[in-house]
């Protein structure tokens, strides 16, 4: 398996640890892809309009992510591209 392949499942992996957190509030989050250390993601149910997604984002994914899986660097809401 290539070293990317396996960081991508490491991040899948985490997305699926906080997506019970998500889902208690009526959300989700989906792995689009990953390039140059940064993963693209689409949160979907009421993270998709929820004001407060940036701060989830920043404050809670990318921290568990990027503290886990240290190749990546970012996580972006494809939702706000």
């Known amino acids: ?7 991508e499942k490491k991040v899948i ?7 019970p957190f998500l889902n208690s509030e009526g959300g989700d989050i989906e792995f689009v892809k990953m390039e140059n250390g940064i993963v693209y993601v689409k949160m979907t149910g ?10 989830t984002l ?3 994914i990318e921290m568990a992510i990027t503290a886990e899986i ?10 706000n591209e």
């Open 1 to 7: 398996m290539k070293e990317e392949n396996k960081i």
């Open 13 to 19: 992996e985490m997305l699926d640890k906080i997506r």
């Open 70 to 79: 240290p190749e990546v660097i970012e996580v972006r809401n494809i939702n």
């Open 58 to 60: 920043k404050d809670n």
């Open 46 to 55: 009421h993270c998709a309009s929820c004001p407060m997604i940036d701060i």
